[in-house]
């Protein structure tokens, strides 16, 4: 059975702006047919494709579809002490959105080099640097178990799919974790969430993808060329990293981010394309976020970000 309802919703307001513009707490992938990515993913794969030689992304009106802008080409910098342990500086420069009207300018900022994982969540909650988001706090487990796309019948048809429930993925990425618990664990860092400008930034700048070529199908955490049964130890797909060293910003689990500039505050935002995904336009980071239904998803995790220390 395919999502409907609000991941429907979500989905269709998406690719109509795509076709027409060319709480504090740590709270809280699978084989399931009526899976869909982030903010109703199969819907959107009812739009054409670009031919995978050429994944030039059809840019709105007035722009060029790869607009220069001042994205550093060196690695990045790991000046000590100015990033927190784990992450690498992001240079700053102008972000051009490919499906919105408005740029906006980016300021330098750290990003993790890899998505917060199973282990990594454990071990945080389990010293008590961070607390967990459980309507029954005597029964909540270090790590979620379960999806909130407000369905039960769905949920506890796709919990199954949260890494919590597994064995033998310390190193895979958490999920099934909300926006309040992946602010807190960031802050229990001395880290915050990303901007969403910022994660589409450290994503795509002016290059075509995260690792700066169309997208090979074989090499980066989705769903092609064949599904996959869930998440993707980090790390594994070399070439889905950026030219900073940041990875798997193509693909394993859409990431959680603070509303990008051209949202309202409050609204849940999630970037990228999970292991689940068979969008092009997702995978290379060209659609920018979507609004997400679900408050947990088997398909969204984290990673954290922060100012730059001076």
């Known amino acids: 059975m395919e999502r409907t309802g609000l991941a429907g919703i979500a989905a269709g307001v998406w690719l109509a702006a795509w076709v027409t513009a060319g709480a504090a707490g740590c709270s809280g992938d699978a084989l399931a047919e009526g899976h869909a990515d982030a903010g109703g993913r199969e819907a959107r794969e009812q739009r054409s494709q670009p031919a995978r030689d050429d994944l030039r992304i059809a840019a709105r009106p007035g722009v060029d579809a790869v607009r220069p ?12 002490g100015v990033c927190p342990e784990g992450s690498v500086l992001v240079h700053g420069g102008r972000l051009v959105h490919l499906e919105h009207t408005a740029d906006v300018d ?13 282990g990594e969540y454990r071990a945080r909650v389990e010293r008590g640097a961070c607390e967990r988001e459980c309507d029954d706090p005597k029964s909540c487990p270090t790590v979620p178990v379960r999806t909130d796309w407000g369905s039960s019948t769905e949920d506890d048809n796709i919990s199954r799919l949260c890494n919590g429930l597994a064995t033998g993925v310390e190193d895979h990425p958490v999920n099934c974790v909300s926006p309040g618990e992946a602010h807190s664990y960031c802050a229990s860092r001395g880290m915050r969430l990303p901007g969403g400008d910022e994660w589409e930034w450290a994503a795509r700048g002016s290059r075509i993808s995260p690792w700066g070529t169309p997208v090979a199908v074989s090499e980066i955490c989705w769903g092609r060329p064949k599904k996959r049964a869930g998440t993707c130890v980090r790390g594994t797909f070399d070439k889905d990293v950026t030219p900073e060293g940041i990875f ?10 603070d509303p990008p500039a051209r949202s309202g505050k409050g609204a849940r935002f999630a970037y990228g394309a999970s292991w689940y995904a068979r969008d092009d336009g997702y995978a290379i980071a060209a659609l920018g976020g979507v609004g997400m239904p679900a408050r947990r998803a088997e398909t969204v995790g984290f990673r954290c970000a922060a100012t730059p220390r001076p």
């Open 69 to 80: 802008v001042d994205m550093p080409t060196s690695t990045a910098t790991r000046a000590e």
């Open 248 to 257: 798997d910003l193509g693909g394993n689990l859409t990431e959680w981010t």
């Open 106 to 118: 980016v300021a330098d900022f750290c990003l993790d080099v890899r998505e917060v994982s199973v």
